[in-house]
């Protein structure tokens, strides 16, 4: 049973902009400070930005502060990811789950792919 979809990812050009969103089903969403992930292949999946269940707080790793941007929108149990300034070292496999994931055992959807390349 599918609760995260993850949609929005594609080829840009360097510089270039992308809206990832991420719908997911209530039990994992409401109430649970929600983050992005990204994984490379090699390398450990990496968790890039985080929001509290009100929206109010958000947090971010170095590599991608001031570039992106989370939201989420409680009415539709749905999180978002808007990229700027996007750069090749950011093309990786992009995942939403619940901040907890980071540290425990996790069910994940499918992913987006995101590839940043001219």
């Known amino acids: 049973q599918v609760q995260l979809v993850e949609s929005g990812g594609g080829l840009v050009q360097p510089g270039g902009s992308l809206r990832l969103s991420c719908a997911a089903s209530?039990?994992?969403?409401?109430?649970?400070?929600m983050g992005w992930y990204r994984e490379t292949p090699g390398k450990q999946r990496e968790l890039v930005a985080t929001?509290?269940?009100?929206?109010?707080?958000?947090n971010y790793a170095d590599s991608v502060k001031g570039r992106f941007t989370i939201l989420r929108e409680n009415a539709k149990n749905t999180v978002y990811l808007q990229m700027n300034s996007l750069k090749p070292e950011d093309t990786a496999v992009y995942y939403c789950n619940k901040q907890s994931c980071n540290y425990a055992p996790c069910n994940w959807g499918p992913g987006t792919q995101v590839t940043v390349s001219s």
């Open positions: 209530g039990s994992i969403f409401s109430g649970n400070v």
């Open positions: 929001i509290t269940s009100t929206g109010l707080t958000t």
